[in-house]
């Protein structure tokens, strides 16, 4: 079992995200506000990914990264840090799909890093691996699906 070194909050809007709640997808529009506590000389990254898409039942695209940033400085929120790849908000097309914020504690600053070259298929673990950042320090959970069309009559 997972047990997390330090505190992570996120916030789609007034919105609190906890572990397996559900969100919206029109509520994902804007990046979350995520603040954690960690260490304030220590850096962090943070991921975000889709590990569901296209379809939790076929998921080929496995994992589907929407956001990567770097460098944030323990005991502050993400804006703090260098935006690798910009956010994508949620767009779960079939099925409730989870997302997964990671947060890993670096051990040096990242510097330069390549986005991405794309979307689909990203591996969190991998990433880690390539730039020495161990297990995760956080992580949180959350549920969605794709919101009924309004149709009128």
């Given amino acids: 079992m997972f047990v997390p070194s330090i505190t992570m909050a996120v916030y789609y809007g007034a919105k609190q995200v906890t572990n397996g709640c559900n969100v ?3 509520l994902s529009v804007n990046p979350p506000k995520v603040t ?19 379809s939790p039942s076929e998921p080929s695209m496995r994992e589907w990264v929407h956001w990567i940033v770097a460098d944030i ?19 779960p097309l079939v ?3 989870r997302y997964v914020l990671i947060l890993f504690q670096q051990k040096a600053p990242l510097g330069l890093v390549e986005q991405p070259t794309s979307r689909p298929n990203f591996s969190t673990r991998a990433f880690a691996n390539q730039f020495d950042l161990g297990l ?7 549920n969605a ?9």
Avoid at 145 to 153: A, D, G, H, S, Y
Wanted: net charge positive.
């Fill in 73 to 91: 400085l323990g005991g502050t929120n993400v804006s703090h840090g260098k935006e690798f790849l910009p956010y994508i908000g949620l767009h």
């Fill in 145 to 153: 699906q794709k919101e009924p069309t309004n149709r009128r009559r």
């Fill in 36 to 54: 954690f506590s960690g260490h304030p000389n220590q850096l962090y990254t943070l991921v975000m990914v889709d590990p569901d898409a296209p």
């Fill in 136 to 142: 995760p320090v956080a992580t949180i959970y959350f």
């Fill in 95 to 97: 099925g409730i799909h």
């Fill in 24 to 26: 919206k997808p029109s």
